[in-house]
């Protein structure tokens, strides 16, 4: 049987013909699509690699041939929303666990890890948050919301991303942690009693610090990679449970070579602490690549390449998941629009649920990363 199916073929065999012809309707925009017969999740198991990617309850239930998809070729799924605290969170009383049970349940369906983010961060909190939360109530309200929310899904999460984007230098703080809304609220030791929450409420979840903006070389990365490594450091010293650093990795077709001296040095630095890496959010802005879409796909795939070639030789690094699948429902679009007002083109497959040349690019970082199987 040919190693080569096209990807209409690819769906048809493996029972998704109702994705085949949604595919199809589309039309002629929608041909000339890179070869996806080996899934990306199966390009990455062979080297005991995890591969998934972030959606939203409402993309896959309204199109199923992007949930095809998304079953098709992830092992891991992250709700892109539905495990904050805008969602979750109604009122300060109530849970709302409809659309994140939801994501669960087709996880289930499909045969996926399911992996939750986030439990604190600065954004997505609700409307009631600022007028209610104060340093009287901060930490029984953190405290509570991990116990609940953690606890509902223990024995059934991946991983947790318990802390996100918690480290602003530009806060001047010593300790380079960024101060609003919870350190104001309950303390430096928010951090601490997050992850110990966390490791009371699901034993066996792997608990990640999520970190944005610490690839490049500018100020403020450096600061983070700086402050980062000490806090880890200082942390596990504690025995806080920390298992794992999750490196977002919005980068960008502008971006200079990832292949340096100094992110090497800190990525090694994290794996010398004994901690596992995720991958957890990457995409790859095309804002200033250039229009020319078959130009700007080999800049978004050149940047993917460089990316996980480098990162990938890390065998402390287990995962890697892309922020959204598809560029139809990108957060790129609505956060970084291209100028020229053309759709973006940031992920692995088009809009039309194609893949591009950045599919070609993650599957050979796969294919050339070093073996971290049990076996290999
Ligand atoms: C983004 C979602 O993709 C958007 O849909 C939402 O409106 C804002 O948040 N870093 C993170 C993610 O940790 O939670 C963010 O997700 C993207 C940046």
């Avoid at 092992?75 to 979750?88: A, H, I, R």
């Avoid at 010293?237 to 100094?262: C, M």
């Avoid at 690549?289 to 287990?318: C, F, H, M, W």
Wanted: glycine share 6%; proline share 5%.
């Amino acid at each position: 049987m040919s190693q080569h199916l096209s990807r209409r073929a690819v769906l048809t065999r493996t029972g998704l013909a109702l994705a085949g012809s949604l595919y199809r309707l589309k039309g002629a925009a929608c041909e000339g699509g890179v070869d996806i017969s080996t899934p990306l999740k199966v390009h990455a198991s062979r080297k005991g690699l995890l591969f998934g990617s972030a959606a939203s309850q409402r993309y896959l239930k309204s199109d199923p041939a992007y949930a095809a998809l998304f079953a098709q070729q992830c092992g891991v799924l992250v709700p892109e929303g539905e495990l904050k605290w805008n969602v979750l969170r109604p009122t300060p009383d109530s849970y709302n666990f409809g659309p994140a049970d939801w994501m669960y349940e087709f996880t289930r369906t499909h045969n996926l890890k399911f992996r939750g983010h986030t439990l604190a961060w600065w954004q997505a909190l609700p409307g009631w948050f600022s007028s209610y939360a104060n340093q009287g109530n901060a930490r029984r309200l953190l405290e509570e919301h991990i116990a609940t929310v953690v606890g509902r899904y223990s024995g059934k999460m991946h991983s947790w991303d318990v802390v996100n984007e918690v480290v602003d230098p530009y806060d001047k703080r010593a300790d380079g942690l960024k101060t609003k809304p919870w350190l104001e609220l309950a303390g430096p030791e928010y951090i601490d009693f997050s992850f110990q929450s966390a490791r009371a409420a699901d034993p066996n979840a792997l608990l990640v610090w999520n970190e944005n903006h610490l690839e490049i070389n500018d100020t403020w990365s450096r600061g983070k990679r700086k402050a980062l490594l000490s806090l880890l450091a200082e942390k596990l010293k504690r025995k806080i449970p920390i298992d794992a650093v999750g490196l977002q990795t919005h980068v960008s077709t502008t971006d200079p070579s990832f292949d340096n001296k100094e992110f090497k040095t800190f990525v090694r630095k994290i794996a010398d602490l004994g901690l596992r890496i995720i991958i957890s959010e990457i995409d790859v802005i095309d804002h200033d690549a250039p229009a020319n879409t078959s130009i700007r796909d080999e800049k978004v795939a050149g940047t993917y390449s460089n990316y996980l070639d480098l990162i990938l030789k890390e065998k402390q690094v287990i995962a890697v998941l892309t922020w959204g699948l598809s560029d139809k429902y990108s957060w790129l679009a609505k956060f970084k629009p291209r100028e020229d007002g053309l759709p973006v083109r940031t992920l692995p497959f088009d809009d039309c649920l194609a893949g591009k040349k950045a599919f070609t690019a993650i599957a050979n970082a796969f294919d050339w990363a070093p073996d971290r199987s049990p076996m290999g």
